[in-house]
């Protein structure tokens, strides 16, 4: 099992630019969630869905999308990049009934 | 917004020493998790500890909950330089049931061989 995994692993955007950020996990979870990262912030919640159709926001969610394509792929857009959202992104998944979250490798994003 | 807030936020220690760290909440929990990142890697779970429960070992691991203080603390016994990490506290932000979890800003421990 690959576990949760995150693609790309890095990528440097100019301000305005889109992308997505893609996310899988092949342990048949039912949730999985978006962090971001940020020094002396620990992790913040920005977007988790609970289910196969279902999405919600997090703690901070200005400025990004996603979308739950089925029960393994997660994907997170940014549609106009700003500097702010320089930041490591984690996805994570998590099955129902059990409170461990799974992480993804993450996915390290410079906004110029 | 509700967060956890680990102190001490860096701590440097020899290898074969205690490294105690400690975590506070602000709102009532049914469950705490300590989770390890390893530099430049994704978070691993290390171990859970419902309200019910005061104390709860895993190897060198032990968690203690005071209910009570709205803290924890995270010992790890006889460290290793492998040891060197980020450890973050994480609680259920919300009720039973809830989907959300609030992380704690970490402590970042060195471990000196």
């Known amino acids: 099992n690959a576990g949760v995994t995150q693609t790309p692993k890095f990528q440097v955007l100019k301000t305005g630019q889109s992308m997505t950020l893609q996310c899988a996990q092949d342990?048949?979870?039912?949730?999985m969630y978006w962090y971001r990262q940020d020094p002396g912030m620990g992790l913040r919640l920005i977007y988790y869905?609970?289910?196969?159709?279902?999405?919600d926001k997090g703690e901070v969610p200005n400025g990004y999308n996603v979308s739950r394509l089925n029960k393994r792929e997660f994907s997170l857009r940014l549609e106009s990049a700003a500097p702010s959202q320089t930041s490591v992104y984690f996805c994570?998944?998590?099955?129902?009934?059990?409170?461990?979250?799974?992480f993804g490798p993450g996915t390290r994003l410079l906004v110029l | 917004s509700q967060q956890g807030e680990e102190d001490p936020q860096a701590l440097s220690i020899q290898e074969g020493e205690n490294a105690t760290m400690n975590c506070s909440y602000k709102?009532?929990?049914?469950?705490l998790q300590w989770y390890r990142q390893n530099s430049g890697r994704g978070l691993v779970h290390l171990i859970l500890?419902?309200?019910?429960?005061r104390e709860k070992h895993s190897g060198r691991l032990r968690v203690t909950l005071d209910t009570s203080k709205k803290s924890s603390s995270l010992l790890i016994t006889a460290s290793r330089a492998a040891d060197t990490a980020s450890y973050f506290c994480?609680?259920?932000?919300?009720?039973?049931?809830?989907?959300?979890?609030?992380f704690g800003t970490g402590t970042r421990l060195k471990v000196l061989a």
């Open positions: 994570a998944s998590r099955a129902t009934g059990e409170e461990t979250q799974y």
């Open positions: 869905s609970a289910s196969e159709g279902t999405t």
């Open positions: 342990m048949n979870h039912n949730s």
């Open positions: 709102t009532s929990i049914n469950n």
């Open positions: 500890i419902r309200s019910n429960e």
């Open positions: 994480a609680t259920p932000s919300g009720g039973s049931g809830t989907y959300k979890y609030i």
